[in-house]
């Protein structure tokens, strides 16, 4: 089993829906819970990051954590075409990150 | 982009050949790792480095080796390439101490092992 689990997609929303991205975790010791973004043919992008149980919120992007439940999320409000990417959520071990497989997002106009 | 410069960028080699991709960064930032990213997988850590002469292995450090002779480079070598490295490798960095929460990734070298 691994560590993080996260559906590959694609998801395919039209422009404006709220998209909902999510992950599941095995390791009780991740601390931190963090989201990249990815363009193809790019490297990841940090999108933002939590280190507690609860809501983060960085404008039109939200990211959730349930330590309880081992699982967090990642929702996109008004998403638009420039959302298109894949998004990999990450989870830290001391130094390492640890990541999902990543899901393929297309938003379309 | 953080300073981080990935060579080459693209490689095809012929299998059981060695092959040595480049990570060279500006940032002068500690910690230096080389992932590897395949459909299905995500990134998946091969090796990384915690200061010069500092590596330690990763997920999937079988057939890789590194070296890291100053700050600024890192270098993942193919001792001898198989089909299943086929892969898109990337290089990232990070300053944090501790517990890492941000890292700076590199283009990408994509490599073909035929």
């Known amino acids: 089993q691994k560590e993080v689990e996260q559906d590959p997609g694609p998801l395919s929303v039209p422009e404006g829906a709220i998209v909902s991205l999510n992950c599941t975790y095995s390791n009780s010791a991740f601390q931190y819970f963090m989201w990249y973004r990815q363009y193809s043919r790019k490297g990841p992008e940090l999108l933002m990051y939590?280190?507690?149980?609860g809501n983060k919120e960085d404008g039109r992007f939200t990211a959730q954590v349930d330590k309880s439940s081992k699982y967090i999320s990642l929702f996109i409000r008004d998403s638009q075409p420039s959302d298109s990417a894949t998004y990999l959520c990450a989870m830290n071990y001391g130094n390492k990150l640890v990541f999902g497989a990543g899901t393929i997002l297309r938003v379309k106009s | 982009d953080a300073g981080i410069t990935q060579s080459p960028r693209h490689k095809v080699t012929e299998t059981g050949t060695p092959v040595t991709l480049r990570c060279h960064q500006t940032?002068?930032?500690?910690?230096m790792y080389w992932y590897r990213q395949d459909p299905g997988h995500g990134l998946r850590l091969i090796h990384y480095?915690?200061?010069?002469?500092?590596?330690d292995k990763g997920e999937v450090s079988d057939g890789y080796s590194v070296s890291r002779s100053k700050t600024e480079d890192f270098l993942l070598t193919l001792e001898s390439a198989t089909s299943s490295q086929t892969s898109v490798y990337f290089c990232?960095?990070?300053?944090?101490?501790?517990?890492?929460?941000?890292?700076?990734f590199g283009q990408g070298t994509r490599l073909t092992v035929v």
């Open positions: 480095s915690y200061g010069v002469k500092d590596t």
């Open positions: 990232a960095i990070s300053e944090s101490e501790g517990w890492v929460t941000e890292a700076f």
């Open positions: 940032e002068n930032h500690r910690y």
């Open positions: 939590t280190y507690s149980s």
